[in-house]
């Protein structure tokens, strides 16, 4: 099966950071991972310090890492969750947002000196 990784762009409420974050590591992470297919997932926050003057609109990145035979089997095991008791939504996480499946075009290149 090929592996993908699912991104995830998003942001919290202004005002509700902190319980945006509760939400999203200690419920919807565990819940995202129970999909069948998604293997791990990883979340960042973007740092104060960003390369150019462009405007920045998401405040937090999910990546999730896939092995599924279609992106869409991701997709329907997560739509139908949402809502539900089996993945509840919280009113931290502002409405929009955005998300889309990668496919590896290369191994991964590391440094030499790398660990």
């Not at 035979?69 to 139908?80: E, F, S, Y």
């Amino acid at each position: 099966m090929p592996k993908f990784t699912y991104v995830v762009l998003t942001n919290a409420v202004p005002g509700k950071e902190q319980e945006f974050d509760q939400w999203y590591s200690g419920q919807h992470v565990p819940d995202v991972l129970r999909v069948p297919g998604v293997l791990s997932a990883q979340r960042f926050r973007r740092t104060a310090q960003q390369r150019g003057t462009a405007p920045q609109p998401w405040q937090y990145l999910a990546l999730y890492e896939c092995d599924a035979r279609d992106p869409q089997v991701i997709t329907d095991g997560i739509q139908a969750r949402i809502g539900t008791p089996e993945m509840p939504m919280s009113d931290s996480l502002a409405d929009v947002r955005y998300a889309c499946y990668f496919e590896p075009i290369t191994d991964v290149i590391r440094r030499q000196d790398a660990r």
